[in-house]
């Protein structure tokens, strides 16, 4: 994939307990604003069933991805995060994207994914509550953030019920949306109409 390309597609875990709600505020607002989704599974080809039970097929396997290829990957969350490990080459794949300057995104169950591969031990972060995290005895209590999203350099982290602040930081962390970030967000989580007129002028 070409540097021109991969700088406009953005990466989507999915698998099994996939948590829906989380990530269709920035997947379907970053596909307005001319980036390409591709979803990322276990395997190419083999579907993954959501919460919701709906089933999606993944275009890509994840020994597949490769940083370069990507501007972000987006970690949704999953109760199969606190169920062992069966996530767990999700987050050495975000360990690879980091490691290479490329964004990560994750949000709720993920957080704690990343807890668990030591990658919020040194980095400012959030999560659903502090606690959450400690509980996977990570040693990163003391950047933990109360906050509804945060970005710290090339990571985003966001609790389960904060998918629109979440897209905000992503977008920011892209230069989606530049100008009128603070509209959209009003707009999506505030219902401030004053935000609709903003966002389309």
Request: overall charge negative.
């Amino acid at each position: 994939m070409g540097t021109e390309s991969a700088t406009k597609t953005v990466h989507l875990a999915v698998y099994d307990t996939f948590a829906d709600w989380e990530t269709g505020h920035a997947t379907a607002w970053l596909a307005r604003a001319g980036f390409t989704v591709r979803t990322v599974g276990p395997a190419a080809g083999e579907p993954v069933t959501t919460i919701a039970g709906i089933r999606i097929v993944p275009d890509l396997a994840l020994d597949d991805l490769r940083p370069e290829d990507s501007a972000l990957l987006i970690l949704p969350g999953a109760e199969k995060y606190d169920e062992g490990d069966e996530l767990a080459p999700f987050t050495a794949k975000a360990r690879t994207f980091l490691d290479a300057g490329v964004p990560v995104a994750a949000i709720c169950g993920a957080t704690a994914g990343l807890a668990k591969e030591g990658l919020l031990d040194d980095r400012p972060h959030t999560s659903a509550v502090s606690f959450y995290l400690a509980a996977t005895g990570y040693k990163g209590g003391e950047h933990y953030v109360d906050a509804d999203a945060v970005t710290a350099g090339d990571l985003i982290t966001a609790g389960p019920t904060e998918p629109v602040a979440f897209a905000r930081e992503i977008f920011a962390r892209l230069g989606a949306y530049e100008g009128k970030r603070d509209a959209w967000f009003r707009l999506f989580h505030d219902s401030d109409p004053a935000a609709f007129v903003e966002l389309n002028s």
